[in-house]
């Protein structure tokens, strides 16, 4: 019997090491299934985007048409009705800057939100793209169902971008939670780089900590100048997005590595994110995305308000005196915020690291790495 239990022990011992290794390999790490699982759901339901058929329609092409006989590159700006009181509240902080609210543009991407902004201001180009049904049939998709909608929404963006780029139009893609703390179209950015297919804002601040990730896009503003070459690399950014778990910038980011795309990135003093708001405020972004500083239950527009950002009284007119101090404003908000990250030292294996990297063009600047960070979301 102690014979039989010698042998059986090992065996045991051999299957149970096999058992955690198959474990590890297949079950381990969920998120590569839940990954499969995602890029299985999006794209089958990218097929019920209704963008094809809107994008050959009547009034789309009516949209696009107005937008090339515009002047100046117009200020693409994507909407629901979720979001609407801070398109308001945007529009609103643009009106007291000369020739700024001229150039805004919108789509919204439901019926109501489309109705009411036509309503409230019918001179502001607008155009729909219902992404209602979409979403109404999201909900029967259990896992990672709010990445998932927030995916689709960011693929529709870069459709239209391919879309109006193909048409030959140079334009923006802004937000509705930007802060404009000056007059941006004084910087005349479009002219200091002539040659760029898109000008972009990058993530982070001015500070050491974000020294790595200079060129990642943050794409919440950025300039596209219509050809078929930005065609070509937003219908290349779509296809990527179907292979990694990525958000539309950070695969931008990405191409912009690549020779045949040129791309300049806005210094943090004219375009930031919510990441200027972490430093002393040396000085102030010409705008401000406020993508963060959200407090637990607060809406967007409670968050504006609490950094002393609503443009608008509570009759809902627009207030001039909230614009002027803007530069002031951003200087005090959400004090909190500073030094929030503190600065890690890089050993020196990571400093050697990077410069072989760079040196033997593997992945220079983290690019390829930029479009994996999302994995850790599922």
């Not at 951003?330 to 500073?338: N, Q, V």
Request: glycine fraction near 4%.
């Amino acid at each position: 019997m102690g014979k039989y239990c010698k042998i059986l022990v090992p065996s045991l011992k051999n299957i149970f090491i096999c058992v955690l290794i198959i474990k590890y390999l297949y079950l381990g790490d969920k998120r590569i299934f839940r990954r499969k699982t995602y890029l299985h759901n999006l794209l089958s339901y990218s097929k019920e985007v209704p963008f094809e058929t809107v994008n050959a329609g009547v009034e789309f092409n009516s949209f696009a048409d107005n937008l090339k006989k515009m002047p100046e590159a117009p200020y693409v700006i994507m909407f629901d009705s979720s979001n609407i009181d801070v398109l308001y509240n945007h529009i609103c902080n643009l009106k007291f800057i000369p020739n700024a609210l001229s150039r805004v543009v919108t789509i919204a991407f439901d019926k109501d939100a489309h109705l009411n902004l036509q309503d409230k201001y019918p001179h502001i180009p607008n155009t729909l793209i219902d992404l209602a049904p979409l979403k109404e049939s999201l909900k029967s998709v259990g896992e990672n169902h709010g990445y998932l909608t927030y995916s689709l929404v960011l693929m529709v963006r870069v459709k239209i971008c391919a879309s109006l780029a193909q048409r030959g139009i140079n334009f923006w893609i802004s937000q509705q939670d930007t802060i404009w703390t000056e007059n941006f179209q004084m910087l005349n950015i479009e002219d200091m780089y002539p040659e760029a297919h898109l000008i972009m804002d990058k993530i982070g601040n001015e500070s050491p900590y974000y020294d790595r990730l200079r060129m990642w896009a943050c794409g919440a503003t950025f300039f596209v100048r219509g050809s078929p070459t930005t065609y070509q690399y937003f219908k290349q950014v779509e296809s990527y997005m179907f292979t990694y778990q990525s958000p539309d910038s950070s695969i931008m980011t990405y191409f912009c590595g690549h020779s045949g795309y040129k791309c300049e990135f806005l210094p943090h003093s004219v375009a930031s994110s919510s990441n200027y708001f972490e430093t002393t405020r040396e000085y102030v972004p010409a705008l401000i995305q406020l993508d963060g500083e959200k407090k637990y239950k607060e809406t967007k527009m409670d968050t504006l308000t609490r950094g002393k950002f609503n443009f608008q009284f509570k009759n809902g007119t627009c207030n001039v005196d909230v614009y002027r101090n803007a530069k002031e404003n951003a200087k005090t908000a959400y004090l909190e915020a500073i030094g929030r990250w503190p600065i890690i030292p890089e050993t020196r294996f990571v400093q050697i690291q990077y410069f072989l990297k760079t040196l033997f063009n593997v992945d220079p600047l983290n690019r390829k790495a930029f479009m994996k960070y999302h994995y850790v979301l599922m």
